[in-house]
């Protein structure tokens, strides 16, 4: 079985602050993990994937996450952020070879001038 | 990078009629295509998977007889909703995954959903 939580259905930050989205996982096997972004009415839009090479995982638009096994987190950050960046983000696990991914319930990204 | 095009982008029908809605892939072969449903504000919810040729295999829940899925070619699926409801409206996403897309381990490729509202 797989499952991810993410912490925070909505965060805020100012422009130019850190952006930090908690995601934590369950799997009873190693997992890849993905984070995904939305824009409103439109689709998922792959920003990073975990497939069990390094941990530190960078992705587009200045994004990266880091896969920690001990707290079973994969959370995403962004040194800066940017008023484009506001959006809904999905973390997401896929424990086996059947492609299913399971998706978190998003965390809706806000960004305040 | 793959494409996958879904259309319509959004479609409003009258309870009772049926609606199609098409998902393709545009430059890979897609073996696995999956059909998600979207509420607001929460997240997306697996309805169906389908591989090319063969029946799509639904989520505990779904109704296969109200959500068929074709995916009779490897660029193409559909998702028809039979009989629609209000509770029917919902955003619904297709996603891709097959030759030419990278790391099959997941449905990398999604389409940009359809709205549909059923009034």
């Known amino acids: 079985a797989q499952s991810v939580t993410q912490l925070g259905s909505h965060v805020s930050v100012s422009e130019g602050a850190l952006v930090l989205l908690r995601c934590n996982y369950s799997?009873?096997?190693?997992?890849?993990l993905f984070w995904y972004v939305q824009y409103p009415n439109q689709g998922l839009q792959l920003l990073l994937k975990?497939?069990?090479?390094?941990?530190l995982v960078k992705g587009i638009n200045g994004f990266e996450a880091e896969f920690k096994k001990s707290e079973t987190s994969f959370h995403l950050t962004k040194p800066s952020a940017h008023m484009s960046d506001a959006a809904e983000y999905f973390c997401?696990?896929?424990?086996?070879?059947?492609?299913?991914?399971?998706f978190g319930t998003g965390t809706k990204l806000q960004v305040i001038p | 990078g793959a494409v996958v095009s879904q259309h319509p982008s959004w479609v409003i029908c009258k309870s009772g009629t049926s609606v199609k809605i098409e998902c393709r892939s545009l430059?890979?072969?897609?073996?696995?295509m999956f059909w998600y449903r979207q509420f607001p504000k929460q997240s997306l919810m697996l309805m169906a998977t389908?591989?090319?040729?063969?029946?799509?295999?639904?989520e505990q829940g779904v109704e296969k007889d109200k959500f068929l899925i074709n995916h009779a070619s490897l660029t193409l699926s559909t998702l028809t909703v039979t009989s629609a409801h209000p509770e029917d409206s919902s955003f619904y996403i297709c996603?891709?995954?097959?030759?030419?897309?990278?790391?099959?381990?997941?449905?990398?490729?999604f389409g940009n959903g359809t709205r549909l509202t059923v009034t």
């Open positions: 996603s891709a995954s097959g030759q030419g897309t990278t790391g099959g381990i997941s449905p990398l490729h």
């Open positions: 799997s009873s096997v190693p997992p890849y």
């Open positions: 975990y497939t069990s090479a390094a941990t």
């Open positions: 997401a696990v896929n424990s086996g070879g059947y492609q299913k991914v399971t």
């Open positions: 430059d890979f072969q897609a073996t696995t």
């Open positions: 389908s591989n090319e040729g063969s029946k799509a295999t639904y």
